[in-house]
């Protein structure tokens, strides 16, 4: 199994950056694919980033430019630095891992509020 700590949200004005964690240990070594997902009140969860274990990145359209998806595999991390924020990135954020076993874990959520 794998379990996922997240951390860095918070509350940022327009235009501002968050970088966001995730920190992954248990069976680390069979997680072939990382990546951030939100939801927003009312709307169903969605694909913001996706990093492979190639290196390969996918960015939603309505953050690229602005994210990024990155990996220290050192300390089994990965990130999520956001910049020039909008409110409409306003939502809970979840860390997501998949393994070679095609098992998918998810973190426990932090909230991201950007005020206009």
């Known amino acids: 199994q794998v379990q996922l700590v997240e951390s860095g949200g918070g509350l940022v004005q327009a235009g501002g950056s968050l970088r966001l964690s995730c920190a992954a240990s248990?069976?680390?070594?069979?997680?072939?694919?990382m990546g951030w997902y939100r939801q927003a009140p009312g709307k169903q969860r969605e694909l913001v980033a996706a990093l492979t274990s190639g290196g390969s990145t996918n960015y939603a359209d309505s953050v690229k430019g602005r994210f990024t998806i990155s990996r220290d595999d050192v300390k089994n991390t990965v990130y999520l630095q956001m910049n020039s924020l909008k409110p409409e990135d306003t939502a809970v954020y979840y860390c997501n891992v998949a393994t070679i076993y095609r098992q998918n874990y998810w973190g426990q959520g932090t909230q991201v509020t950007v005020s206009s």
């Open positions: 248990g069976s680390v070594w069979s997680i072939n694919g």
